[in-house]
């Protein structure tokens, strides 16, 4: 069943490099190596978090993170971005203008650890923050709650220092929750005009139960405290 498994990715990949090459013509080596280096990135600000939960730990005696989920963007689905924003396909432009290629999920305990664990990252002396969304402060419309930030990390290389965008997305376990069920329940489905309105509501309003869940675990937590 293993080798089946192994067989059926090899044949993806290759399925996916030969479909690649239309689209970005000479840039197949560029882009295999900037590929790399998002994955590099990844790595690298995963153990930031996992050197800041070890050393928290021993301060507050528990672990503020609970998880710690990264993904890389498919050459698909990098391609589709490019085109729909009107950039050239090609690694420069992904390079500047797609800043969710390399990405991180970070679930914490409570909402002051997500706040407590951003500035530790930020305040680290090889941290760029490029941009900052705070979905926790002002929600999305339909409900979604995360704190988002855009940094910039450095990888060494062979001969040289490289800067790599990467995007960090802080949630509790109770934003969590709420956005991977928010996500199954509506992935590639075709909902009619006259269930959206009552199923947009209905999320709503399960975001906000799990927004008070946040809140009165947080306040039992510093009354214990």
Known sequence: MLYSYMIIEQFK??????VMSDEWQEEILPLKQMMAYYRCAIMEVETKFRVLNEELSLCYDRNPIESIHSRLKSNASITKKLKLKGYPINVETMEKYLYDIAGLRVVCSFKQDIYHLAQCLLQQDDIRLVKKKDYIQNPKANGYHSLHLIIEVPIFLEN??????????????A??????????LRY??????????????????????????????????????
């Open 160 to 173: 040289e220092k490289k800067w790599v965008k990467v995007e960090v997305q802080f949630r509790t376990l």
């Open 13 to 18: 990949d290759a399925f996916i490099d030969e």
């Open 188 to 225: 590639k489905k075709v909902i009619d005009d006259d269930k959206e309105s009552y199923i947009a509501y209905q999320l709503l309003e399960c975001a906000q139960m799990c927004n008070d869940l946040d809140d009165k675990m947080s306040s039992i937590k510093e009354y214990l405290e």
């Open 175 to 184: 934003m969590d929750f709420w956005a991977s069920l928010e996500h199954k």
